[in-house]
């Protein structure tokens, strides 16, 4: 049991400094702005909502719910995020409450939130049933559980297949994340815990990079979990120029005139 706790502990402290690299802000201000906004209004979030945005990062969905009047908690791993989320708020003028949370438990009560939601956050962590537990104990009965997970099928789920084979092995018990926008694994994880349970899917349009030495750049130094494969391979030239040749192949078949479409699914639900 002690060496599963430090385990987990190590997991959970290298997801942490995966995500501090880079500069996720950037993606989520230049590259995916709307897809937040685009949840809070599927999860029909409003004035008076008591509402939980998990692993919000610096605050994809946390800042359109409290621009919605709702009572926001942004919750993630890592601080540097947070960091940055609340100064955006107060930038903004918004209120919204930021704490260092792990999405695989959440330090809040049983039924605490009227919405609990995650845009593209919650499908990072290792152990997805964990997680999927947690988004319903927290969420109060006839509550709203809205995600937005990138699917395997599409450009982001591709992208972390292209890396696959140059980062580190997952750890034992790890889920890729890209399941969380598989139609299947979604109802397989929540089950009869929820009725209502809505599944679309859509694309977020990308209109940032020109080509796809572009895309590969700015990935390489703004996407933590990019980031983080390349720093692995630092040492080893051959394989470091393989894993460029998988960036630009993937975004050249994804390119067209300057756009991509980045599928993810869209799910709803509410909770039994």
Known sequence: MIEERERDAAVKAGHRRMWALGDYAAVAEQVIPQLGATLVRAARVGPGDRVLDV???????????????????AGDLTPELLAIG??????????????????????????????????VGV?????HRVAADELLRVCRPGGTIGLVN??????????????????????????????WGDEEHVRDLFGDRVSALTLGR??????????AAEFR???????????AVYRANADDPERTAALDRALLDLADRHLVDGVMRWEYLLVTARRA
């Open 123 to 127: 499908m990072f962590a290792p152990r």
């Open 55 to 73: 692993a919000a990062g610096t605050g994809n969905a946390a800042l359109p719910a409290a621009r919605a009047g709702a009572e926001v908690v």
């Open 202 to 211: 859509d694309a977020v349009v990308v209109n940032r990079f020109a080509t």
């Open 150 to 179: 990138w699917t395997p099928q599409g450009f982001v789920g591709q992208l972390f297949a292209a890396m696959r084979p140059y980062a580190p092995p997952p750890p034992p018990g790890a889920q890729p994340p890209p399941l």
């Open 217 to 227: 750049d700015f990935f390489a130094a703004h996407y933590g979990p990019t980031v």
């Open 86 to 119: 609340r100064a955006r708020a107060e930038r903004d003028g918004l209120t919204v409450t930021w704490q260092e949370a792990d999405a695989e438990a959440l330090p809040y009560a049983d039924g605490e939130f009227d919405r609990v939601l995650s845009c």
